[in-house]
């Protein structure tokens, strides 16, 4: 019988994002960067008020960033895909 000793080895990586939010009238755009230190992933989104909307700057900047940050996650899962896809193509020893 055999048993597993445990001999994975812990990794801790810190990932930054930045959101710049920038409000012109009724329009909230927003510029998201992910630096995961191998790569950064850049993003561009924006919202723009309904004239039948009340006027709060929050709201904008939240369907802004959502926009942006769901953006960032679907680059992150085609990034995933396409390196995961050039590792099976590798010879392995």
Same mark, same amino acid.
């Given at each position: 019988?055999?048993?597993?000793?445990?001999?994975?080895?812990?990794?801790?990586?810190?990932?930054?994002?930045?959101?710049?939010?920038?409000?012109?009238? =009724? %329009?909230?755009?927003?510029?998201?960067?992910?630096? !995961?230190? @191998?790569?950064?992933? &850049?993003?561009?989104?924006?919202?723009?008020?309904?004239?039948?909307?009340?006027?709060?700057?929050?709201?904008?900047?939240?369907?802004?960033?959502?926009?942006?940050?769901? =953006? %960032?996650?679907?680059?992150?899962?085609?990034?995933? !895909?396409? @390196?995961?896809?050039? &590792?099976?193509?590798?010879?392995?020893?």
């Amino acid at each position: 019988m055999t048993s597993d000793t445990g001999t994975e080895q812990t990794r801790t990586k810190h990932w930054t994002l930045r959101l710049d939010l920038f409000e012109e009238g =009724d %329009l909230t755009s927003v510029h998201a960067v992910l630096d !995961t230190g @191998d790569r950064a992933l &850049e993003s561009r989104a924006s919202a723009q008020r309904s004239p039948t909307d009340r006027p709060v700057a929050e709201i904008g900047d939240e369907f802004a960033a959502g926009r942006a940050l769901v =953006d %960032l996650g679907h680059q992150l899962l085609r990034a995933g !895909t396409v @390196d995961s896809s050039a &590792e099976e193509s590798l010879p392995h020893s």
